[in-house]
């Protein structure tokens, strides 16, 4: 099981940009489909982005054109960069994990470790 914590979140303007990280322990992330998600308020937890193992990348339609997932695999940490940012992208981030293998795909019902979340909040 991979222990994950999240930071970078913040209050920023629309327009502007955040990077978020997520740091695993217990594992390495060369074995995990990674994901992003979010909850803003109000709303079920939604599907940011999806990262398997061989780098491939899916994007929800929050994520896409504007938020992209990477891995740091020397600090065995998840990223999310996101540009533009809009007030309806506020909301509390959480990075997920599951076992590579089958579907790698932002929902939540497939991941079976999380984070505690960060706060992103995005005023106008």
């Known amino acids: 099981q991979l222990q994950l914590v999240e930071s970078g979140g913040g209050s920023v303007q629309a327009g502007g940009s955040l990077r978020l990280s997520c740091a695993a322990s217990?594992?390495?992330?060369?074995?995990?489909?990674m994901a992003w998600f979010r909850e803003r308020p109000g709303k079920e937890r939604e599907g940011v982005a999806a990262?398997?193992?061989?780098?491939?990348?899916v994007n929800a339609p929050p994520a896409r054109g504007r938020f992209t997932i990477s891995k740091d695999s020397t600090k065995n940490t998840l990223v999310l960069e996101m540009n533009d940012l809009r007030p309806n992208d506020t909301a509390v981030y959480y990075c997920?994990?599951?076992?590579?293998?089958?579907?790698?795909?932002?929902?939540?019902?497939?991941?079976?470790?999380w984070g505690q979340g960060t706060q992103v909040t995005v005023s106008s």
């Open positions: 997920a994990a599951k076992r590579s293998g089958g579907y790698c795909v932002p929902l939540p019902l497939f991941f079976h470790d």
């Open positions: 217990g594992g390495t992330l060369s074995a995990y489909c």
């Open positions: 990262l398997e193992v061989d780098g491939r990348t």
